[in-house]
C-alpha cells in the first residue's frame, strides 16, 4: 500500500511546494502567535512589549523566544519528511484552497500545554482528508528516530499506540463514525459506506487531526487531538469479551504505553511510554 | 492491504500483503464474495496467508472477525497462517488465538 502512495503522484519536488520557514510573527495574526506561546513556549511577554491585545508576539528581544513554524498548503508524505528535516516545530497543513487567513485560527493547538515548556518536542497539524491513509504514526515514528528519542526497540509499540490513537481520532473523532454498526448482520459493508460519505464531505476533512509531540530525557509524550464530538470519558468501552469486533484499540493502548490519558471531553489522548 | 487468491484442492488461500488498517474496510467484501462459490464448489478452507503482511491493527483484528463468522455462514473453516513480526504481537495481544485458528 505504501507504493502505491509514493508512486501514483507525479508533483513537483517536495521542495518547491514548501513556503519555508515562517516565523510566527510573519505568518500568524497576533492572537494565535499568543496562544501558541501560551502553550508551548511559557511566556513570550515582556513588560513593556506594548499592549498585549495588539502586539502579543515575539520581538526578538534576549529572553524571548521564537516558535519556528511550517506551513504547508498540502500535507503529503514526501513533503512531510521534507518539512521534517528541517526541523519546525510546529508543521501545520493549511488544507487545499484553505483562505490562509481562516486556517489558522482553526482550533490546531488544542493540545494541553506540557508541564514544563522548556521539553523539546513538535507538533504536526493535519486536515483529517490528508490523515486518512497517509500512516501519519509511520512519519511520526520515523521522525521521533531521526532525532534520537524512540528507540528501535520500543518503535513498533509505541507506533501501535499511536496508530489506535490516530485511527480514533479520526474514525471516532473527526469522522463521526460509531463501531456498534459493525455489529450488526451486513454491517462492516454499511460501516464502510458510511466512512465513503463522510470522507465525501468537505466541512468533515476540514476538520483537523493535531499530534502533538514532547519528551524528557526519561519519557515521551504524544497527544492525539480531533475535532470530534468526543465522547464520554466516564465510560469505559464496554468489556464484551474477544470477540467483540471493536474497542480493542484501547486495550492495545493501555497494554502497551506506561499511561494513557483521555482529555477535553474524549477529544485528546495523551500517550505516555518510557524512554 | 492487497491480497492474492489461489484455490488449491479443498481450500482457498488468500495471501494478503502490506497493512491491514482502519482504511481498509472496503477490502473485505472482496474476500467474502468468495464464499459463496467457494461453498458450490466443495472447498471447505477459507487460509489466510499472513506471512507478508506487515501490521494489522485492531480495525484489522476486527475484519478477521467479520470473515470468520461470514464463513462459518457458509459451513467454511477459517485459519490465519504465518503471521509474523508486528502481526503476531497484535495478534497475540489481542489473544485472538483463542477464537481463530492460527497455524504457524
Known amino acids: ?275 | 492491504m492487497d491480497f492474492k487468491t489461489t484455490n488449491t484442492g479443498d481450500a482457498t488461500e488468500v495471501r494478503l500483503a502490506g497493512r491491514l488498517e482502519f482504511t481498509d474496510h472496503d477490502k473485505i467484501p472482496g474476500i467474502i464474495e468468495m464464499l459463496d462459490p467457494m461453498a458450490q464448489t466443495g472447498r471447505r478452507r477459507l487460509v489466510l496467508d499472513m506471512s507478508a503482511l506487515e501490521f494489522i491493527d485492531s480495525a484489522g483484528l476486527g475484519m478477521l472477525l467479520i470473515l470468520q463468522e461470514e464463513a462459518e455462514n457458509h459451513e467454511i473453516k477459517m485459519v490465519v497462517r504465518g503471521p509474523a513480526g508486528d502481526v503476531r504481537r497484535s495478534i497475540e495481544l489481542a489473544r485472538l488465538s483463542e477464537i481463530i485458528t492460527i497455524e504457524p
Open chain 1, 1 to 275: 500500500m505504501d507504493a502505491v502512495h509514493h508512486d501514483r503522484r507525479a508533483e513537483p519536488p517536495a521542495e518547491a511546494a514548501l513556503r519555508g520557514f515562517s516565523l510566527l510573527r510573519d505568518r500568524v495574526p497576533a492572537d494565535m502567535a499568543a496562544r501558541v506561546l501560551a502553550r508551548f513556549c511559557g511566556t513570550d511577554q515582556q513588560p513593556g512589549d506594548g499592549p498585549a491585545s495588539q502586539d502579543a508576539r515575539p520581538s526578538g528581544r534576549p529572553g524571548e523566544r521564537v516558535v519556528e513554524t511550517l506551513l504547508m498548503e498540502r500535507a503529503d508524505r514526501d513533503r512531510l519528511r521534507a518539512a521534517f528535516d528541517r526541523g519546525p516545530f510546529l508543521t501545520v497543513e493549511l488544507g487545499e484552497g484553505a483562505d490562509e487567513a481562516a486556517a489558522l485560527l482553526d482550533d490546531w493547538s488544542g493540545a494541553p500545554a506540557a508541564d514544563n515548556p522548556d521539553l523539546p518536542g513538535f507538533y504536526l497539524s493535519l486536515t483529517t482528508g490528508t490523515a486518512y491513509g497517509l500512516q501519519c504514526p509511520v512519519l511520526v515514528c520515523d521522525e521521533l528516530a531521526r532525532r534520537g528519542v524512540l528507540d528501535p526497540q520500543r518503535r513498533s509499540n509505541v507506533e501501535l499506540c499511536l496508530h489506535e490513537a490516530v485511527a480514533n481520532a479520526i474514525v471516532h473523532g473527526n469522522l463521526g463514525l460509531s463501531s456498534a454498526v459493525k455489529g450488526e448482520p451486513g454491517g462492516h459493508r454499511r460501516f464502510s459506506e458510511m466512512m465513503r460519505d463522510r470522507l465525501g464531505d468537505p466541512a468533515v476533512v476540514r476538520r483537523r487531526l493535531d499530534i502533538f509531540c514532547r519528551w524528557s530525557e526519561r519519557s515521551i509524550a504524544i497527544a492525539v487531538v480531533d475535532q470530534g464530538g468526543g465522547f464520554d470519558t466516564e465510560l469505559a468501552p464496554p468489556i464484551s469479551g474477544n470477540k467483540a469486533r471493536s474497542g480493542r484499540g484501547f486495550v492495545f493502548m493501555r497494554t502497551l504505553a506506561s499511561r494513557v490519558t483521555v482529555t477535553d471531553g474524549g477529544r485528546c489522548t495523551v500517550l505516555q511510554f518510557d524512554r
